[in-house]
Each structure stands twice: as C-alpha cells, then as structure tokens.
C-alpha cells in the first residue's frame, strides 16, 4: 500500500558526512510521522530520529542528537536524514518508516510505525 525507498548510504570516513533519503510512494498518505531506525549487526533495532508533521516536531537519539537531522517535505512524500560527524559506531543499516496516525507508543518506539523500507547501509571507517 504504501512503500519506502531509502537511498543515499555509502561508505564515509569518521567525520565525514551522508544524507539518507526516503521517498514514499502509493496511495495517498496521511501521515502522522516518519522517522528512522538504525540496525547493527547482532543489535536490536535502535530509533535515531523522528519527525511528527504535525507542529514538525522533531525527535533525536541521544547518540546522534547535534550531530544528525531530520526534515521532510511539504508533500510529505520525502524524509531526509542530514549525518554529520560520523562516527564508526553510526555504521548499521538505516531504515526509515512511516506512521499512519498516533498510537499508544510514543515515535520513538518502533511499534509507532506501520510501514518499513528496504534498509540502506552506512559505513563509516576509523
């Protein structure tokens, strides 16, 4: 119904910098929020950033907060992730995703969301 295409990962060195792309395509969506997830190896999967279109709030792991940012388009058919300063432990498989309305969990939870992408990797070496 609804499907997610990232793009934009790749191979940067510590420091340096990437932008992930997130294109939504199919019927009309009335979304509720975005956000992306990041998954390594062996780990569960991890929120990193949230975007709620309403009042376009916004919403940051710890980790990545002043180093990462999200922004979406007007359409709301595009949600990007801005990475600066990448560390080598940024490396894992990002996914974004797309909720449809509010929930019980707040955005940050994975369990907010109703549909995935396909997952785009980013390496950062030391």
């Known amino acids: 119904q609804v499907q997610l295409v990232e793009s934009g990962g790749g191979l940067v060195q510590a420091g340096g910098s990437l932008r992930l792309s997130c294109a939504a395509s199919?019927?009309?969506?009335?979304?509720?929020?975005m956000g992306w997830f990041r998954q390594a190896p062996g780990k569960e999967r991890e929120f990193v950033a949230a975007i709620r279109w309403s009042g376009r709030y916004t919403y940051y792991a710890d980790s990545v907060k002043g180093r990462f940012t999200i922004s979406e388009d007007n359409a709301k058919t595009t949600v990007w992730l801005q990475m600066n300063i990448l560390k080598p432990e940024d490396t894992s498989v990002y996914s974004c995703?797309?909720?449809?309305?509010?929930?019980?969990?707040?955005?940050?939870?994975?369990?907010?969301?109703?549909?995935w992408g396909q997952g785009t990797q980013v390496t950062v070496s030391s």
């Open positions: 995703a797309a909720s449809s309305g509010p929930r019980t969990w707040s955005v940050v939870d994975e369990r907010a969301y109703d549909y």
């Open positions: 199919g019927r009309t969506f009335s979304g509720y929020a």
